[in-house]
């Protein structure tokens, strides 16, 4: 077992450049999902590199793009299933980039490219991960490995959960590596097992046909002020949200899922030096605030109403609308959330207030007792030489809720290169090369002990 | 008198032509005070257009537009004010007219352009009547008249106030007639008294330097949120101010407005047919909801925060930000509401919430039982051959309280060539060409009364 880590790791730091060139060509080629731009192209060209890897490729075309679909044989009847995505958020505003977006560049010990932290060299790093398993094992997996790498990740995946429930057997696994997963402030590997739900909603009323002068005011109704009193039924500033049913089916954290986020170091100090927040919700501060990740939330994503523009207008809006996002926990569901959100606003008399369903997803989690978890976490500190730390649900949302459906309750977990400042989603989107050997290291650590075990 | 308003008829309608190619010329200026496009050279084309028209004229520079005062004396020692005003609202959205805006064209007896007749169209159709009053008596007008006409009133005349106080000698009069009266849409001309105060404010709160990904929404803080608890503390629905001491100052309407609101018809079908209102402010409707005039006003004009783009975008909005304004009744005053605005928001843990004041204006209005009122009213029944309603405030706001301030008590009141489809700061605005004429015969009987009276 020594040998082969010992060979693993000169594996790849040997091949290193070479898969950061490999990464460096799917970067350039871009893979807008929210526009379409380029994204087929880079189906094709992941395909590719996927075929050059040893994999038995597939790509389904779906509703929307398509799905990749790659398997590996290995000595073991077990398999791994790794979950990624080749598509990329827009990479506006591109004059906030210190290099193009999709000319990938190299630069103080980084690969800066829009999708190079999320989620391409992920991607790489796990093929270069694989190949250095098979380099010290005379080409062979010791357990057979599938990646399923859609193309709509960023936006909302809506074409995933029919195509997961269509292609059951090709993707039969007993444990899954989710994307994203990596370091927090202080270099420790955070193993995450969960995400949270999520209902997109927009909320809007219209009162007129068109705005009118608001020297009227005392007879004709106004938009923005329904939307006001509607939006404040829902939510004060205690957080609580006030629609009846809304955490009937919340659970709280198990004694060993509490001692867990108890453990997490606090974030404040961070959120007040990166973002600049003023105080915190509720006030709180400290590692009080990790318990909050298993409480539902209720958040406001945009309000849109009259006129925005320099100055004064003096108008009565006849339209306004808020974009909102729940964050679900177990065992919430979005269409009951949805019915609920619906029955209350009807109850509070604003039966004129429209809600347009934009998009859900159910919260996932992975139990912190599975033994897949303890055997993650061994492999990140003994590879980035500090103790790893569990989270047991993350504040976001993805489809993960599919693969419990499908394959069972096996585990799920992020293991990857992220670090917790490389920009994702914003300009100048990077991932560190240090980070990408050792995240590499991580994934052809936990094949191996995957595979001993299975 | 008879003999004299026979000739004044027989005069404008002889030369109705010449003064509409004379407004069509003074529309085909632009003068958007918004851009400043045209602002001054309207101003010299119109004081062009005054000492054509036997005016002593003088254009005032202020810190904006030029101010035009123009005097023409009379008979008797009588003075009557006229105020209006050579700016227009811009013409956007350019592609709704039917003919360009700064193209004036005459189609079905009509004359459509942007500022036919807000405000342009009523300067002539003055200026006819004066030279119809003048042609009846040997070239003589029977009392003194002074323009007043601004090229600010778009802007909230910023910078009228101080003008009017530094020339106060030059605008002395016993009586003024203010612009923009007409008929209603039953075709009574409505003589109205008084405009309502205004407060124009934007309210804004910011909570982070930038905006965060939702997911964090159980620790980070939302600006919107903020704002909408701000905002529903202020006003709920049934419409009244929670503002402590918002309502000290306000005067009932007197027992003969009272009776003179009651007399105006109600307007509900006008508002429902037209704006395509589906409810009123408190379920009112009928002639009850004439009152309501005399009730100060809470408006959200605007609401601006986070993503606003078609579909989702699951952000944290750092930002958020509300315009309003408040309609201020007989004695309210800005700068005490705007005092009690702060207070009030500091007092429910708002001091986050900042304040910009962006305009304001006291009430003002005339005696409903002043005999000048009564005169206006009986000439308006006698020109447009149906009894005139008498309206004691209107519902929007202008600059008249400096005029009571500098002139003392006079009498202010409205009479025009407006009609209640004019599309006045809309696309297409117009005015009727029946409705220019019977408007200047108004204001002519309106100076021989006056002149006998003085």
Request: glycine share 10%; with cysteine.
């Amino acid at each position: 077992m020594t040998d082969t880590r010992a060979s693993i790791d000169a594996y790849l730091q040997t091949h290193q450049n070479d898969y950061i060139q490999a990464t460096m060509r799917l970067c350039a080629q871009p893979s807008v999902s929210a526009t379409g731009e380029g994204v087929a192209a880079c189906a094709e060209l992941l395909a590719g590199l996927l075929v050059q890897h040893h994999f038995q490729v597939q790509v389904f075309p779906t509703a929307g793009q398509p799905v990749i679909v790659a398997h590996a044989p290995g000595a073991s009847k077990g398999t791994l299933l790794l979950y990624n995505h080749y598509d990329v958020q827009p990479a506006e505003p591109l004059e906030l980039w210190t290099t193009p977006p999709f000319t990938p560049t190299v630069r103080e010990g980084n690969l800066y490219a829009r999708g190079a932290a999320d989620d391409k060299g992920e991607i790489v790093a796990r093929l270069a991960a694989l190949d250095a398993v098979r380099a010290a094992r005379h080409g062979e997996l010791p357990c057979g490995v599938t990646f399923i790498i859609e193309g709509e990740e960023e936006s909302s995946s809506p074409h995933l959960d029919q195509f997961v429930r269509e292609h059951r057997a090709d993707l039969a696994a007993q444990a899954a590596i989710w994307e994203a997963g990596g370091q927090d402030s202080e270099g420790q590997v955070v193993v995450s097992l969960g995400l949270r739900g999520v209902l997109s909603v927009e909320l809007s009323v219209r009162v007129m046909d068109r705005d009118a002068h608001s020297g009227l005011g005392h007879v004709l109704p106004n938009a923005a002020w329904r939307l006001i009193w509607a939006l404040n039924s829902l939510k004060g500033p205690d957080e609580r949200l006030r629609i009846p049913g809304f955490y009937d089916h919340v659970k709280p954290p198990t004694p060993r899922e509490r001692e867990l986020l108890l453990a997490l170091p606090p974030r404040d100090e961070l959120y007040r030096r990166n973002l600049g927040v003023r105080t915190f919700v509720r006030g709180g501060a400290g590692a009080d605030m990790n318990l909050a990740v298993f409480e539902p939330t209720g958040t406001i994503n945009g309000l849109t109403s009259g006129y925005q523009g320099p100055g004064g207008k003096t108008v009565i809006p006849a339209r306004a609308s808020a974009k909102l996002d729940f964050r679900l926990v177990p065992d919430q569901d979005p269409a009951d959330i949805l019915a609920k959100l619906r029955t209350h606003l009807d109850a509070q008399g604003f039966t004129d207030v429209a809600i347009e369903e934009q998009g859900s997803t159910p919260p996932a989690k992975t139990s912190a007792d599975d033994p897949f978890v303890a055997m993650v976490a061994r492999a990140g500190a003994e590879v980035f030489g500090r103790p790893s730390l569990i989270e047991p649900m993350l504040g976001g949302s993805g489809p993960m809720h599919i693969f419990f459906e499908v394959l069972g309750p096996v585990p799920i977990v992020c293991a990857g290169i992220q670090y917790w400042s490389n920009r994702a989603h914003a300009p100048d989107e990077h991932f560190r090369l240090k980070d990408f050997v050792n995240g590499a290291r991580h994934i052809a650590r936990i094949v191996e002990n995957f595979a001993s075990a299975s």
